[in-house]
């Protein structure tokens, strides 16, 4: 695979028999993107063309209104790392600038897809739309590949019972907590990277040390208590409980903090991933210490059970 940032990158001997190529946003890389992507791999490979996945970073969203931008389900490498997994011959995560996204559509097409890419195939979403303004769409896309003699694929999106899976819904569902649906969707479980900080220290007084978590800038579940793996930087998972909320009980402000099941190390500073598996609970207050110490050794008989049935 090679990687590029920006289609004018492309060398054209990379592309001399013609490619067949998808183009998305792909936050999450889902269900939903991965049907589409499996589709143009498959013909790719039966046309004999190159394999092309065309996405953005960073999301259009971030640049024009950075504040109401949506939450990331994925940073930008963890996207690139997923996509690579599909094995395309050319990865091109384009830069999303102020440049790029002034284009309008038919330029996209008549310098991106056709000079760099030499497209003869374009597969994607039905709700596909390009170019400046979001001007161009499927209709527009087969209009152009009939003047430049490419065929365009538009996916029907797939959907489950409840609706179709989209990035927008993935994180509807992360944002309420139910992170057992998110996975549903995601085919992986919902993941939360960061970097493991000082905390107080609590926890470690009443028999169940944690790790203090300050997270990238992915979305996070609501407040509660989730059974979750946690992954360090050799790449061992362990089983964890995870806390998000205020510390109601302590008064000691917000935090995202793991205790990882049988493990007991010093982290401070190392890379650590939250694999959200399940919420066991809403986030509330104890009257004492002593209650807020019994039910963690609930929570955490209840999480044990669960995770070792699945680990």
Not at 164 to 171: A, G, H, K, L, Y
Not at 175 to 190: K, P
Not at 250 to 262: N, P, T
């Amino acid at each position: 695979m090679n990687l590029y940032s920006d289609y004018r990158n492309i060398p054209r001997d990379e592309v001399t028999h013609g490619s067949v190529v998808t183009i998305g946003n792909f936050d999450g890389v889902h269900r939903g993107h991965q049907t589409v992507i499996q589709h143009c791999q498959r013909q790719s490979e039966q046309n004999g063309r190159q394999f092309i996945i065309c996405t953005f970073e960073p999301h259009p969203a971030e640049l024009f209104a950075p504040d109401n931008a949506p939450p990331r389900l994925t940073t930008p490498q963890r996207k690139q790392q997923l996509l690579s997994r599909t094995s395309p011959d050319i990865l091109l995560c384009q830069t999303f600038d102020r440049s790029f996204a002034s284009m309008t559509p038919d330029a996209f097409v008549s310098e991106a897809l056709i000079s760099a890419m030499n497209a003869k195939m374009i597969v994607v979403g039905k709700n596909f739309r390009f170019g400046k303004k979001r001007a161009g769409d499927i209709g527009f896309l087969q209009e152009q590949g009939r003047r430049f003699g490419f065929d365009v694929i538009a996916e029907n999106l797939l959907s489950t019972s409840e609706d179709i899976i989209s990035s927008t819904r993935v994180r509807t569902l992360i944002a309420e907590g139910n992170v057992t649906q998110a996975a549903v969707l995601l085919h992986r479980y919902h993941e939360l990277p960061g970097v493991v900080v000082q905390g107080q220290q609590v926890g470690r007084s009443i028999g169940f040390p944690t790790v203090n978590i300050d997270p990238q800038n992915v979305i996070s579940p609501n407040d509660g208590i989730y059974s979750a793996f946690v992954s360090i930087e050799d790449n061992s998972r362990y089983p964890a409980a995870v806390y998000i909320g205020n510390r109601p009980t302590l008064q000691h402000g917000r935090s995202i903090e793991a205790h990882l099941l049988d493990f007991d190390r010093d982290m401070y500073g190392k890379p650590v991933t939250v694999h959200f598996v399940s919420k066991i609970r809403e986030d509330m207050k104890f009257e004492s210490l002593e209650q807020l110490t019994a039910q963690i050794q609930t929570d955490v008989r209840q999480i044990r059970t669960e995770l070792e049935k699945i680990a």
